[in-house]
């Protein structure tokens, strides 16, 4: 079994894959100081409270943070004896071109979804991923990364917002029931989901325009479902569009 890990600045995504099939997937708070015993533990209770046997024989890891990846490969060599894949080294191949200025390092989840969506939606694709940053990225008809766009997540923008304004309070996202609000609460809330609308469809026909051609709008990540009930840009939802491409280059590259 493949035990695929995604690593992102607020939480870490941890998947099994038992060669057909994604049967497990859990997360939790992404924290640097949390040691390789600590993951094994973790994962042994959920594993056993769900029925899951079976060895893992490799491990692919997906990371935006570097301090995390130390502990993990400590995991992998310690506990499931066998050296982790970590996207975005030189020697793990990805399988499609990479078309940045040079000296350009691309996140590797970034580089993980490309793969995964050419895979399963072909080329000429946007994928829009609501994550601590909500990033827009073009991949080309080749299944090439052909560059994108970063903005704030969210959550980091409610944070914002929070801290720099003391009279506000702290909100959940969600859809509002109508866009003018008649409270502090409303108004905050209509901002939020119809601002990251006008975001979203915004950004989606600038890059549409300026390719001149057909694309479709891939929604990832744990708020692309709320969002994709504001706006009919975002086209098709994957929720496993990283996992996915992360199960993806680790049989590209164990072949």
Sequence with gaps: MLLAIDVGNTNTVFA???GREIIAEWRCATEHQRTADEYFVWLQQLREFHGITGEILSVVISSVVPRVVFNLRVLSDRYYRCRPLVVGKPDVRLGVPVRVDPTTTVGADRLVNTVGAHDRYGGNLIVVDFGTATTFDVVGADGAYEGGVISPGVNLSLKALHDAAA???HIDV??????VGTNTLACMQSGVFWGYVGLIEGICARIREERGIPMTVIGTGG???LFAQGTDVLEIIDTK???HGLVLIDRLNRE
């Design 241 to 243: 569009l990283t996992i």
């Design 174 to 179: 969600t859809k509002p029931a109508q866009v």
């Design 223 to 225: 708020l692309s479902t």
């Design 167 to 169: 009279a506000l309070p």
């Design 16 to 18: 099994i894959h038992d």
